[in-house]
């Protein structure tokens, strides 16, 4: 058997007569009814005008409800006690309650209340309770509270604490049933893990209770009310004067009533189990219902405001011993895996996905049966299959909180925005995952389907039953206990698991941020020197060429003045130092215009490449002819690029096309456009294609074109040149952000291609 979901349990309720949706949707805070054994007044804070007013004021307070509402506060209390109330908890702006202990006159004669004030919106909700003469006033109680808070204290572990809290509410209200009740999860079941009971009563310890016993809107009351009190289930309540207000045309809000009446299917469920008075204390973890102290009587018990306020007393100091006992197990947790945490970071390089995300120390370190790491377009995952959909759920997830939020559950299928992967199949049930950047950078840990059986307090499948007489709302049968496997969870995250993943996140930041220090290091030692390379090649460059326009002019002059005065080999020899001077001086124009690439900026605009092409025919196009190269050119779009660098790129390939035509046959060369994608990958893109049908380049030789002063043939073959044409192609694509590469085949021609970066970029 399957634990039910909430849509199961209102089909089977409906099949037994009864909607269990009428709970979800009861507004219980809203019902404008109190109990009778007090009595309420809604002032308005800032005139003292009361508002609204219970129906049993007459009989409480002397005054009918309807006489008190529309005049001021001080009919029934003194203006001592109003602006007593008004100053303790005029300054409140939630509903926090106090009580005061007052004196009213009723009939002539004075009575003692416990009064009870919190604030609702403009209003201070007044709620006044009859003190008994043998009252115990708080000093009664201190012992027993002081007793109880050195039990909690002494607690180990969360188990002996929660039990130690049953034991000791107990004593101090005299409930014959006290159990700690925790949530599976804000709206799952709920499972009683302690409790304390008297002789003759079955009982509960282990047993779990359908989500569907307490609702939503209930879990929330309890969330921000520490304490709740029915004296009797058979108590007839009382109404409110008017029942609707004027202004919201809804009953008066009772959220933070100690009074409210509770809904009249909580009190057929505690009838329908023997309950005839109830309390309940709030179990908080960092703000979110933990879970319960209930308290059951089989008499009606009223509870004094002392009790009540040492009772919520107690369930803070518990709330807060718990969240000490989980913080010590993740002290511990941490301390017990430091050792692996370091054989972790030991081995993490600047390649984080290789390195981190296949290491088996990293799942073994959350008990994890799969771990994956995404941080950009890359993904590693290990140890178990998981689905690229999945990953990008993940990813969306991820996106937005700050880094080091940890996000866990151990029912991955039951998340809104769960892909519907088969967990069944052996994929997740759960996932630890902890944010490494707000773009949607991930580490997580996954876990398989661990099926677990619990005993359940009622049929799962069906939580709503009728009972021998006919009565609904029959939670369990007497002695009855349902066992049922709980599928497609895994084993729950604990808090030291959030830990442990938050310490690795931690540790992994410090290292990241030490790469990034470290390359932004290099970065700038590799700027500074560029810099200074590029600085010195057009220093060089320039103070070279005086020398040798000089080594060629004296050349030139000893030949004109005195060459027939010179043998043929003085000659020779006089004519190869000019034309090596020469040579020379071309290659330092190269150079220096190679080195200016490095140093001036770009002017990008978007410009029709046909109208570049056509300029840089004007100066390629003589070379194209004399080769009997003949131009195809297809439809050329607009490109964003410097249209001169773009200019220089065009004639360099097209000189080169001419350079290394065919030997024979039909010359040509072609000019495109193709969306494509680059060998490194990632999105395809506008590129530039210039394609010749020549002698192509061995594949050996096709890495070292790119660089400077390389050359394929000797310097008087296939046209001449410096060899750094190509070069020069190679850095002004680099410098519009695109790339540059070829494919060539010998004898069949080379197509070269480039990108120019992102428009905007």
Same mark, same amino acid.
Request: hydrophobic share 40%; proline share 5%.
């Given at each position: 058997?399957s634990?039910?979901?909430?849509?199961r349990?209102?089909a089977?309720?409906?099949?037994?007569?009864?909607?269990?949706?009428?709970c979800?949707?009861?507004?219980?805070?809203?019902?404008?009814?109190?109990?009778?054994?007090?009595?309420?007044?809604?002032?308005?804070?800032?005139?003292?005008?009361?508002?609204?007013?219970?129906?049993?004021?007459?009989s409480l307070? /002397?005054?009918?409800?309807?006489?008190?509402?529309?005049g001021?506060?001080?009919?029934?209390l003194?203006?001592?006690?109003?602006?007593?109330?008004?100053?303790?908890?005029g300054?409140?702006?939630e509903a926090?309650?106090?009580?005061?202990?007052?004196s009213?006159?009723?009939?002539?004669?004075?009575?003692?209340?416990d009064?009870?004030?919190?604030?609702?919106?403009p209003?201070?909700?007044?709620?006044?309770?009859?003190?008994?003469?043998?009252a115990?006033?708080?000093?009664h109680?201190?012992?027993?509270?002081?007793? =109880?808070?050195?039990?909690?204290?002494?607690?180990?572990t969360?188990?002996?604490c929660?039990?130690?809290?049953?034991?000791?509410i107990?004593a101090?209200?005299?409930?014959?049933?006290?159990?700690?009740?925790r949530?599976d999860?804000?709206?799952?079941? %709920?499972?009683?893990? =302690?409790?304390?009971?008297?002789d003759?009563?079955?009982?509960?310890?282990?047993?779990?209770f359908?989500a569907?016993?307490?609702?939503p809107?209930?879990?929330?009351?309890?969330?921000?009310n520490?304490?709740?009190?029915?004296?009797?289930?058979?108590?007839?309540?009382?109404g409110?004067h008017?029942?609707?207000?004027?202004?919201s045309?809804?009953?008066?809000?009772?959220?933070?009533?100690?009074?409210?009446?509770?809904?009249?299917?909580?009190?057929e469920?505690?009838?329908?189990?023997?309950v005839?008075?109830?309390?309940?204390?709030?179990v908080?973890?960092?703000?979110?219902?933990w879970?319960?102290?209930?308290c059951?009587?089989?008499?009606?018990?009223?509870?004094?405001?002392?009790?009540?306020a040492?009772?919520?007393f107690?369930g803070?100091?518990f709330?807060?011993?718990?969240?000490?006992?989980?913080e010590?197990?993740?002290?511990?947790?941490l301390?017990?895996?430091?050792?692996?945490?370091d054989?972790i970071?030991?081995?993490?390089?600047?390649?984080?996905?290789d390195?981190?995300?296949?290491?088996?120390?990293?799942?073994?370190?959350?008990?994890?049966d799969?771990?994956?790491?995404?941080?950009g377009?890359r993904?590693a995952?290990?140890?178990?299959?998981?689905?690229p959909?999945l990953?990008e759920?993940?990813?969306?997830?991820?996106? /937005?909180?700050?880094?080091?939020t940890?996000?866990?559950?151990?029912?991955?299928?039951?998340?809104?925005?769960?892909p519907?992967?088969?967990?069944?199949?052996?994929?997740p049930? /759960?996932?630890?995952?902890?944010?490494?950047?707000?773009?949607?950078?991930?580490?997580?840990?996954f876990?398989?389907?661990?099926?677990?059986?619990?005993?359940?307090?009622?049929?799962?499948?069906?939580?709503?039953?009728?009972?021998?007489?006919?009565?609904? @709302?029959?939670?369990?049968g007497?002695?009855?206990?349902?066992?049922?496997?709980?599928?497609?969870?895994?084993?729950?995250?604990?808090?030291?698991?959030?830990?442990?993943?938050?310490?690795?996140?931690?540790?992994l930041t410090?290292?990241?941020?030490?790469?990034?220090?470290?390359?932004a290091?290099?970065?700038?030692?590799?700027?500074?020197?560029?810099?200074?390379?590029?600085?010195?090649?057009?220093?060089?460059?320039?103070?070279?060429?005086?020398? @040798?326009?000089?080594?060629?002019?004296a050349?030139?002059?000893?030949?004109?003045?005195a060459?027939?005065?010179l043998?043929?080999?003085?000659v020779?020899?006089?004519?190869?130092?000019?034309? @090596?001077?020469?040579?020379?001086?071309?290659?330092?124009?190269?150079?220096?215009h190679?080195?200016?690439?490095?140093?001036?900026g770009?002017?990008?605009?978007?410009?029709? @490449?046909?109208?570049?092409?056509?300029?840089?025919?004007?100066?390629?196009?003589?070379r194209?002819?004399?080769?009997?190269?003949?131009?195809?050119?297809?439809?050329?779009?607009?490109?964003?690029?410097?249209?001169?660098?773009?200019?220089e790129?065009?004639?360099n390939?097209l000189?080169? =096309?001419?350079?290394?035509?065919?030997?024979?046959?039909?010359r040509?060369?072609?000019?495109?456009?193709?969306?494509?994608?680059?060998?490194?990958? %990632?999105?395809r893109?506008?590129?530039?294609?210039?394609?010749?049908?020549?002698?192509?380049?061995?594949?050996?030789?096709?890495?070292?074109?790119?660089?400077l002063?390389r050359?394929?043939? %000797?310097?008087?073959?296939?046209?001449? %040149?410096?060899?750094?044409?190509?070069?020069?192609?190679?850095?002004?694509?680099?410098r519009h952000?695109?790339?540059?590469?070829?494919?060539?085949?010998?004898?069949?021609?080379?197509?070269?291609?480039?990108?120019?970066?992102?428009?905007?970029?």
């Amino acid at each position: 058997m399957s634990l039910p979901d909430p849509g199961r349990e209102a089909a089977a309720a409906a099949a037994v007569g009864f909607d269990l949706g009428e709970c979800v949707r009861e507004p219980i805070h809203l019902l404008g009814r109190i109990q009778s054994h007090g009595t309420l007044l809604a002032v308005e804070a800032d005139t003292g005008i009361v508002d609204t007013a219970a129906l049993n004021t007459g009989s409480l307070l /002397g005054v009918a409800a309807q006489e008190l509402v529309g005049g001021h506060i001080t009919r029934v209390l003194s203006p001592e006690v109003w602006a007593e109330a008004l100053d303790e908890a005029g300054a409140q702006q939630e509903a926090v309650g106090l009580v005061l202990p007052v004196s009213i006159d009723v009939a002539g004669a004075p009575r003692m209340f416990d009064m009870t004030a919190h604030r609702q919106g403009p209003l201070l909700v007044l709620e006044c309770e009859p003190r008994a003469d043998a009252a115990p006033q708080f000093p009664h109680f201190y012992q027993g509270v002081r007793r =109880a808070l050195t039990r909690l204290r002494s607690s180990a572990t969360a188990a002996e604490c929660c039990q130690a809290a049953t034991r000791e509410i107990r004593a101090l209200t005299g409930f014959d049933r006290v159990v700690a009740y925790r949530f599976d999860g804000g709206d799952g079941p %709920g499972e009683v893990v =302690a409790e304390a009971l008297t002789d003759g009563h079955e009982p509960w310890l282990g047993l779990w209770f359908p989500a569907s016993d307490i609702p939503p809107q209930a879990r929330r009351l309890y969330r921000d009310n520490w304490i709740r009190a029915i004296a009797d289930v058979d108590d007839i309540d009382v109404g409110l004067h008017p029942p609707l207000r004027a202004g919201s045309g809804l009953p008066l809000d009772l959220s933070g009533s100690v009074l409210r009446t509770v809904s009249g299917f909580h009190l057929e469920y505690l009838r329908n189990i023997g309950v005839k008075s109830s309390m309940s204390v709030s179990v908080l973890r960092e703000g979110e219902l933990w879970g319960l102290i209930a308290c059951h009587g089989d008499a009606a018990i009223t509870i004094s405001p002392e009790l009540r306020a040492a009772c919520e007393f107690f369930g803070v100091a518990f709330s807060l011993q718990l969240a000490a006992i989980e913080e010590r197990e993740r002290a511990e947790a941490l301390t017990a895996s430091r050792a692996r945490l370091d054989r972790i970071i030991s081995r993490v390089t600047s390649d984080l996905e290789d390195s981190l995300a296949g290491e088996h120390a990293l799942r073994t370190l959350l008990d994890a049966d799969g771990a994956a790491l995404c941080r950009g377009d890359r993904s590693a995952v290990s140890g178990m299959s998981v689905s690229p959909a999945l990953l990008e759920t993940l990813r969306a997830r991820a996106a /937005g909180p700050a880094p080091g939020t940890v996000w866990s559950t151990d029912r991955l299928s039951e998340e809104p925005d769960h892909p519907g992967d088969d967990t069944a199949g052996g994929g997740p049930a /759960g996932v630890l995952m902890v944010t490494l950047s707000r773009s949607g950078d991930f580490l997580a840990w996954f876990r398989r389907a661990r099926p677990a059986t619990r005993r359940w307090a009622t049929d799962p499948s069906r939580p709503v039953r009728v009972g021998p007489r006919g009565e609904r @709302l029959t939670p369990r049968g007497s002695g009855a206990v349902f066992r049922a496997v709980v599928r497609g969870r895994s084993l729950p995250w604990t808090p030291a698991d959030h830990a442990v993943a938050q310490e690795l996140w931690r540790a992994l930041t410090g290292l990241v941020l030490r790469h990034e220090a470290e390359l932004a290091a290099l970065n700038e030692r590799l700027r500074v020197t560029n810099a200074d390379l590029d600085s010195f090649a057009h220093v060089a460059a320039h103070d070279l060429k005086e020398p @040798l326009r000089g080594i060629s002019n004296a050349a030139t002059f000893v030949l004109e003045d005195a060459g027939a005065d010179l043998d043929p080999t003085t000659v020779r020899r006089t004519l190869t130092v000019r034309r @090596l001077a020469g040579r020379m001086d071309d290659l330092l124009n190269s150079l220096l215009h190679f080195a200016r690439l490095g140093r001036g900026g770009l002017h990008r605009t978007r410009v029709p @490449l046909d109208r570049v092409l056509d300029s840089a025919l004007d100066v390629a196009g003589e070379r194209l002819a004399e080769a009997h190269v003949r131009v195809v050119r297809h439809d050329l779009p607009e490109v964003y690029a410097d249209e001169y660098r773009l200019y220089e790129v065009l004639v360099n390939l097209l000189v080169n =096309a001419a350079k290394y035509a065919a030997d024979e046959g039909d010359r040509r060369v072609e000019i495109l456009v193709e969306m494509l994608r680059p060998p490194t990958g %990632g999105d395809r893109q506008q590129t530039v294609v210039v394609r010749d049908n020549g002698i192509g380049i061995p594949a050996d030789r096709r890495r070292e074109v790119f660089e400077l002063f390389r050359r394929l043939h %000797g310097q008087g073959e296939r046209g001449g %040149g410096t060899g750094v044409g190509l070069a020069i192609v190679k850095r002004i694509v680099e410098r519009h952000g695109g790339e540059l590469w070829l494919e060539s085949e010998p004898g069949r021609g080379t197509s070269f291609f480039f990108t120019l970066g992102q428009e905007g970029g």
